[in-house]
């Protein structure tokens, strides 16, 4: 039996465990429900309301304690931001992404991620690689010196790797380096960058790297180290405002998969692409503005701006133009408008609504290889014309296996160096090449095609975006 000196020692126990339930559960219901009762805090610790009495003798005294608890957390995070890459390992899971992102400077976090792996694997031969805008190469941003300072990215799209190309990432770098284990930084569909160990466990790598790609996301708003891994020379102040304007290059939307990107990376600046899923369906949009340089990149900014503002309080895509193409004509600048295609899908129906206004229509490719221009009624360019313009908007099914693109002015019109532009038939040749079927590979298609076509710069830039129905994707 045990002793009264132990029974006495249990029953303290026990009590400090209820009053840390008590107090926690406390500083977590107040701020959400500053007027919860003892009774609701209580249920809330799984405790009687005897037992918040027994160690708070009012409910002023129990708000009070929790306060403080609260400032105390408050204070730790503060303090913990200062800790230097790797002091957080310490546990048998991977790093908490709240927790890291409190804890850990930002621009240290590439650093942090490596010790973690290091940590879970016991190897020291670890390296985290970022994919460049161009979505030509990896590129190690942390880790070992061993590693090489570049590797090919086959199929990127931008700075990301579809979830379709993994496998082929996977085989090309088994063959350059054979005793190295990988593990892709997946985040809804698509990777960030990789993980890299020699002679490591796959299990623990693959769970580190999944909470690794959470926090770069979220992280990258706070520094800029990791675009400074992902871009190789100077971008223009024009091309600055045009990749910050830009959504994830690849993305699932109820449905389907779309990927897009805009070309050259680093220069020019007056072409966007957008998409938002919406409880009324998933949102595109594909722009090119006149002007170049910091002109069009600022009068891209602005349609943009009322494209994803107006959307936000209606469904009806006439009433989403029409905002553009007033905000568009408020501006000082002579001659200023913006084409483009505007979208909605509905993915339970299998639906596309859209309205193009300027000249270069939606295509459509059939799983045959057929392209098809969606002939709508034509508008003028958002910002010609009077400030009561109508729009009308045209709806169809895409079927499976079916494919829709959206291009710019600077896609179809690419000079070749043998004379001629791309144009449509080089749009389905390039397509026809594609790795498979899936949006990603046909974006990294077309845009071989572009770069492929001439030595020469591009002269205007070339956005690229597809979306492929689920059957296809």
């Not at 105390?72 to 200062?82: M, V």
């Amino acid at each position: 039996m045990a002793s009264q000196h132990e029974r006495l020692r249990r029953r303290r126990a026990d009590a400090e465990v209820n009053a840390e339930r008590v107090l926690l559960a406390a500083a977590e219901l107040l701020p959400a429900e500053p007027d919860a009762s003892i009774s609701e805090i209580a249920a809330a610790a799984g405790v009687s309301r005897a037992t918040v009495y027994r160690h708070f003798g009012s409910r002023v005294e129990l708000v009070a304690a929790a306060r403080e608890r609260s400032l105390q957390s408050t204070d730790a995070n503060e303090q913990d931001a200062l800790r230097p890459a790797g002091e957080l390992a310490g546990g048998p899971t991977p790093l908490d992404v709240a927790d890291v992102l409190n804890k850990v400077p930002p621009h240290l976090l590439g650093e942090q991620i490596v010790a973690e792996a290091q940590r879970l694997t016991g190897v020291s031969s670890v390296a985290l690689y970022l994919v460049d805008i161009d979505g030509t190469r990896l590129w190690r941003h942390a880790g070992a010196a061993e590693f090489a300072e570049s590797l090919e990215a086959p199929f990127a799209v931008g700075p990301e790797i579809s979830r379709e190309s993994i496998e082929l990432l996977r085989r090309v770098l088994a063959e350059e380096l054979p005793g190295t284990v990988m593990a892709p930084m997946l985040l809804r569909g698509r990777a960030l960058g990789v993980l890299l160990a020699v002679g490591a466990g796959e299990a623990p790598l693959v769970a580190l790297a999944r909470q690794a790609a959470a926090s770069l996301a979220l992280a990258a708003d706070y520094t800029d180290v990791f675009d400074q891994t992902r871009r190789r020379k100077e971008t223009s102040a024009a091309a600055e405002i045009q990749q910050n304007l830009l959504p994830p290059r690849i993305a699932r939307v109820a449905g389907g998969v779309l990927a897009g990107n805009v070309l050259p990376s680093y220069e020019i600046g007056g072409d966007w692409f957008d998409y938002i899923e919406n409880r009324d369906g998933a949102w595109l949009g594909i722009a090119d503005s006149t002007g170049n340089g910091a002109t069009a990149a600022s009068l891209s900014a602005i349609a943009l701006g009322a494209f994803r503002a107006k959307r936000k309080f209606t469904a009806d895509l006439a009433e989403v133009a029409l905002a553009m193409h007033r905000t568009i004509r408020e501006l000082s600048i002579d001659g200023a408008c913006v084409s483009g295609v505007l979208g909605r899908w509905h993915g339970p129906s299998s639906r596309l609504s859209w309205l193009t206004c300027g000249n270069q229509p939606p295509l459509l490719m059939s799983p045959d290889g057929d392209l098809e221009e969606l002939r709508d009624p034509e508008h003028e360019a958002l910002g010609l014309g009077g400030p009561d313009r109508e729009f009308t908007v045209s709806d169809r099914r895409l079927e499976p296996g079916e494919r829709l693109l959206l291009l710019s002015d600077g896609v179809l019109e690419r000079r070749r160096d043998g004379g001629g532009t791309i144009g449509l038939d080089g749009i389905r040749g390039a397509v026809a090449r594609a790795a498979d079927l899936g949006a990603a590979s046909a974006v990294r298609a077309i845009e071989d095609a572009i770069h492929d076509a001439s030595s020469d710069p591009l002269e205007d830039d070339a956005t690229v975006v597809v979306f492929a129905p689920s059957a296809s994707a």
